[in-house]
């Protein structure tokens, strides 16, 4: 593969958790009303008073993630959260060496793991802990599992497991399980992004209905089954909230709705709530599907830390 596709989808997801921070749980009305109006580019301060290009947790987590995988070349549970917990205890892997924007399941896991060190019980397993915190920091996993021609199986199990950390539900592991299907169609699929996103939909589906426990959850996704009858969905009928399931339908319809980078980015930050975390969603497989140079360079040249994270994203190069 010519392409670094971890400097595509990395960076994606770091500027859309960058041109989100601002204005983070505002919600759209209140971000088309204000006085400068929608979101157009990268702004400062907002809602943690950080300069522009200020990244949060959900960067920070990928890049923790990103940084196991490569140093070790290979999934090791323990050594991911191991540095999970060099991020929430000493703000590594930050901009600013403090972490901030930590949402309650993943502080959750980390302090559970710091007590009893066990990598397969820290995450919660309720359904009210379904909030988008393992999809956001997902794409290494799925990054690796792809370029290391894993089966599906061995794919979804590691991809499962690297949920499971924080987020152990079912309804969580499988909304980074069909963002890996997702991946994988932009890669093997030729075509318009509409077309490949649904090709790797269908091979996410059609893996999950094989397993009549997985049906049941499967059932929460429904609307994912046609792109093009999800197209014509209303932006009022998509909500942007923090619940994994409206991050992943968000940040699908900001993919199949635009056909450029930025206006991806842009339509992601502008539904409002948590758009950091929807905006750097989409940002990873827009990343992976447009590349690093049709990044905006105004964007990335504000990006806080920008020589460092593209250089974990270079060395990290598993094709």
């Known amino acids: 593969m010519d392409r670094n596709i971890c400097l595509d989808g990395i960076m994606g997801v770091v500027v859309g958790d960058a041109l989100g921070c601002p204005v983070q749980f505002m919600d759209r009305e209140e971000i088309r009303n204000r006085a400068i109006g929608p979101v157009a580019g990268m702004e400062g301060h907002g809602t943690y008073d950080m300069p522009a290009g200020t990244w949060t947790d959900d960067s920070s987590l990928t890049l923790a993630l990103l940084d196991s995988i490569r140093e070790l070349r290979e999934i090791d549970l323990e050594d991911i959260m191991t540095r999970f ?28 793991f710091e007590k009893k060190h066990d990598v397969f019980t820290c995450g919660r397993t309720t359904e009210h802990s379904n909030g988008n915190g393992s999809l956001m920091r997902i794409l290494p996993a799925c990054i690796y599992a792809y370029t290391s021609n894993m089966s599906d199986e061995d794919a979804i199990k590691v991809i499962h497991a690297v949920s499971g950390l924080t987020h152990n539900h079912l309804r969580s592991k499988m909304a980074c399980g069909l963002y890996y299907f997702c991946m994988k169609g932009i890669l093997d699929s030729k075509g318009a992004l509409k077309n490949r996103l649904q090709k790797g939909l269908d091979m996410g589906f059609a893996f999950y209905e094989k397993d009549i426990m997985d049906r049941v959850e499967l059932a929460y996704y429904g609307r994912l089954r046609d792109l093009s009858e999800f197209h014509e969905v209303p932006e009022s009928k998509i909500k942007s909230s923090g619940y994994v399931l409206d991050s992943l339908e968000a940040a699908l319809w900001t993919l199949i709705k635009t056909d450029n980078f930025k206006d991806c980015l842009l339509m992601a930050v502008n539904l409002g709530d948590d758009t950091d975390t929807i905006a750097a969603i989409a940002g990873g497989l827009a990343g992976i599907y447009y590349g690093y140079d049709c990044i905006p360079e105004e964007w990335l040249s504000v990006i806080q830390r920008r020589e460092w994270v593209e250089s974990q994203c270079r060395m990290s190069d598993f094709s």
Not at 92 to 109: L, M, V
Request: with cysteine; proline share 4%; hydrophobic share 30%.
């Open 85 to 112: 917990v060099d991020w929430y205890e000493n703000g590594e892997y930050t901009p600013f060496g403090e972490a901030f924007d930590i949402g309650n399941t993943c502080s959750f896991a980390i302090e559970n």
